[in-house]
Structure formats: structure tokens, C-alpha cells
């Protein structure tokens, strides 16, 4: 008599409702910014002469220098959620031993790179207000500002969301799941917003 046939077990991976719910939101966010830029090539076809007036003034240099901070502290961020996937909160070595870091140390280092991007924008706003380009000045300075306005609020929030992140891991009393899927889907969005602002970038201040 022939033994029974075994029937192979099956494993359903299901995603992780939290972070299908940030991907899907992050979704709607890119249509809101689909927006922002159908508006400023509508306003910039309507009248190019205010491009070329208007955009002599920006300080390339420094913004591709604030914009690389930015680039870069995607990849300290994603260091950061490494660190959470292999459980190691705190670094293992000295403070100079950046290959021990772990997820604490990365995201402070995200979050101070954030805050240079966001102090260098306000830096950059103030010194095009003083060369006379403000929001009702002209069209130009009406799209630019709202462009580049709601994307550094987009950044504020991911600032306020990594100080929740520390906050949420300092509290617990065991690092573990909850605490790397809040590090895996704050990564999400502070990815989503870089690659905004490297579209922004290079559609304002390089497309000129």
C-alpha cells in the first residue's frame, strides 16, 4: 500500500498593512505635487519673459550644495533603517565608529541634515526677498515660492516624524518589530521627499 501523499505547507507572506497604507498615501501626495508642477510650466508658458528676468537671481551654487545635504541624508536614513531591520538601536562602539552606529545615531544625523536643508532654504528665501523676488512681486515668484514652500513643509513634517521615530524607540522597552517597521515606513517618505525635490531642482533652477 502506497504511504499517504504529504501535502506541502504553504506560507502566506501578507504585506504589512502600515506600510501599503504610507505607500498609498504617499500616492495622493504625488498627485498633489503633479499639481504644483502642472501649474508652474502652465504659468511659466504663460509668460516666459519673467523666467528670464527672474531666475538670474537665484545662487545656484548654494542651492545645489543645500540640495546635496538633502540627497544625502536619504542614504544616512536608509543606514538608519538597517540598523532597525537588525535590532541594533544604539551603536556597539565608540561614537567615531561610524560602522557601529546604529538606528539612533543614524536618524539624528538624518535629522540634522534635514534641518541644514530646511535653515539653508530660509537663508535663500530671505536673500531673493532682498533682491526684490517675493511671492506677489510676479508670477514667477508666486510659483516658486508655493513650490518650493509646500515641499519644505513636506520636509518639516519628516523632521517632526523622525523625532517621533527616537521618541517611540527610547520609550520602548524592547526594541523590536513595531519599532523597525516605524523606522521602514519614516524612510519611505523622507526617500518620496528627496526625489520631489530633486524634480523641483532641477525644474526650477536648472531648466531655466
Known sequence: MAPPRTVPHVTVNRPNPVSVGTIVWLASELMFFAALFAMYFTVRNAVPEEWALQTEKFNIPFSSVNTLILVLSSITCQLGVMAAERFQPERTGGLLQVSRWGMHEWITLT??????????????????????????????????????????????????????????????????????????????????????????????????
Open 111 to 208: 535629522f540634522l541634515m534635514g534641518s541644514v536643508f530646511v535653515a539653508g532654504q530660509v537663508f535663500e528665501y530671505a536673500e531673493l526677498v532682498h533682491e526684490g523676488l517675493t511671492i506677489s512681486s510676479s508670477p514667477h515668484g508666486s510659483v516658486f515660492y508655493l513650490a518650493t514652500g509646500f515641499h519644505g513643509l513636506h520636509v518639516v513634517g519628516g523632521l517632526l516624524a523622525f523625532l517621533f521615530l527616537l521618541g517611540r524607540s527610547f520609550s520602548a522597552k524592547r526594541f523590536g518589530h513595531h519599532e523597525a517597521t516605524t523606522a521602514i515606513v519614516v524612510s519611505y517618505y523622507w526617500h518620496f521627499v528627496d526625489v520631489v525635490w530633486i524634480a523641483l531642482f532641477a525644474v526650477v533652477y536648472l531648466i531655466q
